[in-house]
């Protein structure tokens, strides 16, 4: 895809799984990188890879998406601390970014009522929040421009509640609908907005959201290439494998508590776990 060479990608969350992969390609594709995630040291070792692999200009930036929010929201409700931080420091070193790739996010199987309420609010900012603020600030100058990507992060559990993964699968609905309001929004301008659902892919997710989950079925390279080409086409959204695409179809012919019923069944096994 020469559509990315030369372009400058901004990733979130690319110290692992699916943000990492996203690196790799769009550096091999040509494209110029802005990293970010909490774990310094290993953006740095990707950014050293990447630059010795691919002759490219890689820029990382760590910050911490889930910090601080309340004090800043206190001064300023439409920005929230890191994202403003990522992105000032994008303008400081004179970095045009053509492509925002809202990937940073995480789940936590169990039951909502004894999870702790700290690790859903985080959750809510990370996947929600952060992602919010950052297009906030990088959509305009792509509207100005009347050129830009962004892609967001969404996932099969955007389209149905999901018992067990409650709030995360309500911060992928929330992303979903975000998302088409504004692919619809700036396709005027030139700015394609696209949502990317993957259902479960091989990263340190499932780990982190203590599911331990072994069957993923798809691997991080083919989840970026299909949200990718989805981006480059247009797309307002694209389900990730084809097993997803079908499961997400028939979904929408089946009583939504039967859905939910369906879905109780599988996450009840990992909450279980727990
Ligand atoms: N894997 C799946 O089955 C699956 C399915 C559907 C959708 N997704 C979505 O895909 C995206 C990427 O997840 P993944 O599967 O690649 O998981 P992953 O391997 O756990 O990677 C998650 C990334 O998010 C970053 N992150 C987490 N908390 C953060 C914070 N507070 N501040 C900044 N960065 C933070 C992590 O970096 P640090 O820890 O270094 O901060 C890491 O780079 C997520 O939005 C996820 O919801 C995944």
Excluded at 126 to 144: I, Q, S
Excluded at 223 to 233: D, F, H, M, N, Y
Aim: charged content about 15%; proline content about 3%; glycine content about 8%.
């Amino acid at each position: 895809m020469a559509i990315w060479q030369g372009k400058t990608a901004l990733i979130t969350g690319a110290s692992y799984g699916i943000g990492a992969a996203f690196a790799q390609r769009l550096a091999a594709e040509g494209a110029h990188l802005i990293l970010t995630a909490r774990s310094a040291d290993r953006l740095a070792a990707l950014a050293d890879e990447l630059k010795r692999q691919h002759n490219t200009r890689v820029t990382i930036i760590a910050a911490d998406l889930a910090a601080d929010l309340a004090a800043d929201l206190a001064a300023d409700l439409n920005e929230a601390s890191a994202p403003q931080h990522i992105f000032d420091e994008t303008q400081r070193q004179g970095l045009t970014v053509d492509l925002l790739i809202n990937n940073a996010g995480f789940g936590a199987v169990g039951d909502f009522a004894f999870q702790s309420l700290d690790k859903q609010l985080a959750m809510i900012q990370v996947n929600v929040t952060a992602l919010v603020a950052l297009t906030h600030l990088f959509l305009p100058p792509m509207l100005a421009r009347r050129h830009g990507y962004i892609l967001n992060l969404g996932s099969t559990a955007s389209f149905q509640g999901v018992p067990f993964l409650a709030t995360y699968a309500a911060t992928k609905s929330f992303i979903l609908n975000f998302s088409e309001g504004l692919w619809g929004e700036c396709k005027p301008y030139g700015v394609t907005v696209t949502t990317l659902c993957p259902g479960s892919t091989e990263s340190n997710f499932h780990a982190v959201a203590g599911s331990e989950r072994h069957n993923a079925k798809q691997s991080a390279e083919s989840v970026v290439e299909i949200g990718l080409q989805a981006l480059a086409q247009g797309r307002s959204h694209v389900v990730s494998g084809w097993n997803n695409k079908l499961m997400v179809w028939m979904e929408r012919f089946v009583p939504r508590q039967t859905v939910i019923g369906m879905a109780t069944k599988v996450f009840q096994e990992f909450a279980r776990k727990n």
